[in-house]
């Protein structure tokens, strides 16, 4: 069995305690695009870590986050074999994007981030890094649990870190309507997702391993439905959600809290009510649904990683935040429980986090408390 040791993140708000803080405030951390960009773009605003936009801005936002997990779960490279996965949608794009642009070169052995993780952690094992899209974190989880559960690594360590960047901002603008303002997860008059950096850390470690438990980690489901290239599959979703209680030996009926993936677009929202309905609901499941993305924005590779984390202070609490920027829900919503305007009281059990990228790349995480 896995036990998670240690967890943090970085989001718009700050830290793991300061963005819980500000979900169960229901503050909303989107901050307007100036005009130029906003107008060439058609993007209205986005949700950004400040700091600048020096080079490098991605890698070091995760060697904050590992060197801050690290520490809170007492690890030593040095002592322990400890191996770091890394997920990750877009890696360093935005210097490349800053290379094409300006002509400012970036070293291209920098693009990756083995040697921003080496430097964080001296004497790690090996760096694998995943380009898994928008649930790249939730499947560098699954491969953590795996590495620890056969024996391959005595600590392993899931990151994720992401970075807004100009084209994907251009993509988004592509396809809206008009710009968006603020996502509004699971809301009927939803006009679309907006970018937000993000960078978080699970320290994953054996139960027998002397030191924090945070929580169980029973399992994490995966499938590659590969249906199209950007548009979720509701079959995809749910095939992921069962792969997490049959390696979890759980029943659907057992959820008690669903951190939703909740991108607040035209698509993502309905097939995820849906697949709630078909698996929790159908197995006579009543779950509270949050979403943290109203608040801090889509952090894309991070963003399973963020909802961990979340999930993880909650059940420490006892408390499952808000969904930001909900008002009236969705008509697919009807029979689910969505938290809204302010926390609910949730004695710590099941939870699950929800994570769905491009491509069909999805993921599934389950935790329970530690005992």
Same mark, same amino acid.
């Given at each position: ?174 396809? +809206? #309507? %008009?710009?968006?303002?603020? *996502? &509004? ?5 939803? $006009? @679309?997702?907006? =970018?937000? !950096?993000? /960078? ?47 390696? +979890? #030996? %759980?029943?659907?009926?057992? *959820? &008690? ?5 909740? $991108? @607040?677009?035209? =698509?993502? !929202?309905? /097939? ?68 809204? !305007? ?30």
């Amino acid at each position: 069995m896995s036990v998670i040791a240690a967890t943090t993140q970085l989001t718009c708000f700050g830290d793991g305690p300061r963005t819980w803080d500000a979900l169960t405030r229901g503050r909303c951390g989107a901050r307007p695009l100036d005009p130029t960009t906003a107008a060439r773009l058609n993007v209205g605003a986005g949700y950004p870590i400040t700091g600048g936009s020096d080079p490098g801005r991605a890698a070091g936002w995760l060697v904050a986050v590992l060197r801050a997990a690290a520490a809170q779960a007492g690890v030593d490279a040095h002592r322990e074999r400890v191996v770091v996965v890394v997920g990750t949608g877009l890696r360093q794009l935005t210097d490349v994007e800053r290379w094409a642009l300006t002509a400012s070169p970036c070293p291209v052995d920098q693009l990756h981030f083995g040697s921003a993780v080496r430097a964080a952690l001296p004497g790690v094992r090996d760096v694998v890094t995943l380009a898994n899209a928008c649930s790249a974190g939730g499947h560098a989880l699954a491969m953590a649990q795996d590495l620890v559960e056969t024996g391959e690594a005595d600590v392993a360590i899931a990151a994720a870190a992401d970075t807004t960047t100009l084209s994907m901002q251009a993509m988004i603008g592509r396809v +809206a #309507d %008009r710009p968006t303002e603020r *996502v &509004r997860p699971f809301d009927r008059d939803r $006009t @679309g997702v907006l =970018l937000g !950096d993000g /960078a978080a850390a699970v320290v994953v470690a054996p139960a027998e391993r002397a030191g924090p438990r945070l929580a169980r980690l029973l399992a994490t489901g995966l499938s590659c439905d590969a249906v199209h290239e950007t548009a979720p599959d509701i079959g995809g979703m749910t095939r992921a959600m069962r792969d997490a209680l049959h390696r +979890a #030996d %759980r029943e659907a009926r057992d *959820v &008690r809290v669903v951190v939703a993936h909740g $991108t @607040g677009t035209a =698509l993502n !929202d309905p /097939a995820e009510c849906r697949a709630i309905h078909e698996v929790i609901l159908a197995d006579r499941g009543d779950p509270w649904v949050t979403a943290l993305k109203g608040a801090i924005g889509h952090t894309s590779g991070a963003a399973a990683l963020c909802g961990v984390d979340v999930a993880l202070r909650g059940l420490r609490v006892g408390a499952v935040p808000p969904v930001v920027g909900l008002g009236v829900p969705l008509a697919e919503a009807d029979g689910v429980r969505l938290v809204r !305007d302010r926390p609910v009281a949730v004695p710590g059990s099941l939870t699950q986090i929800n994570s769905f990228g491009f491509g069909g790349v999805n993921a599934v995480t389950l935790l329970e408390p530690a005992c």
